[in-house]
Each structure stands twice: as C-alpha cells, then as structure tokens.
Nanobody, 114 residues
C-alpha cells in the first residue's frame, strides 16, 4: 500500500503563486509516473501535469507556461509550482502515483480570488 499526502494549498489572489508538495510513503518499490489532477466544484477531475521517473513532464494546455512539475526520486516527492494563478485554477488538487497500480492522495484545496 502507498500513501500520498499533499500540502501547500491555500488561498491566493489572482496572479499569485503557490507550490504544492506530495510525499509518498509505504510499500514503495518504484514510483513510475507521478502527477497532479484537479477537480473543481461541479466539474470532472482533469489532468494538470504528470512526470515520468526520468523527469519527462506533460502538461494540460490550460496550465502550460504557468505551472511546473518536478520530482525528487530520492525523497519520493513530487511538486507543482503554480505561477500566474487564475480564478479558474480554483479546485482540489490531488497527487497521483503509479507503481503496479495507481494511488491517489486526499487532495489539497487551492482557491484563487479575483
């Protein structure tokens, strides 16, 4: 079993920045793909960004140029630096990790005020 714990969410004004962190623990052999998804009220969960073990990132078009995903394999951590935040970025952000199956964190709330 793998446990994912997110931190770093909060309330920020439009144009501001936040950095999310996700710590993985438990029965970890190899964390392959890691990433972030988000779900806004009344909307489906959507991909924000993923990163492979070899640090190849992938971003949703809506966050390209504003968000940066990174990971530290030695610490089993994944991060999401979010800049130039917009009110439409408001959502619960969940961490995801893939070993032999997918695991999800509980999520952290990000609220961007206009």
């Amino acid at each position: 079993q793998v446990k994912l714990v997110e931190s770093g969410g909060g309330l920020v004004q439009a144009g501001g920045s936040l950095r999310l962190s996700c710590a993985a623990s438990g029965n970890i052999f190899t964390l392959n793909l890691m990433g972030w998804y988000r779900q806004a009220p009344g909307k489906q969960r959507e991909l924000v960004a993923t990163i492979t073990r070899s640090n190849s990132p992938n971003y949703a078009d809506s966050v390209k140029g504003r968000f940066t995903i990174s990971r530290d394999n030695s610490k089993n951590m994944v991060y999401l630096q979010m800049n130039s935040l917009k009110p439409e970025d408001t959502a619960v952000y969940c961490c995801m990790a893939v070993t032999n199956r997918s695991y999800w964190g509980q999520g952290t709330q990000v609220t961007v005020s206009s």
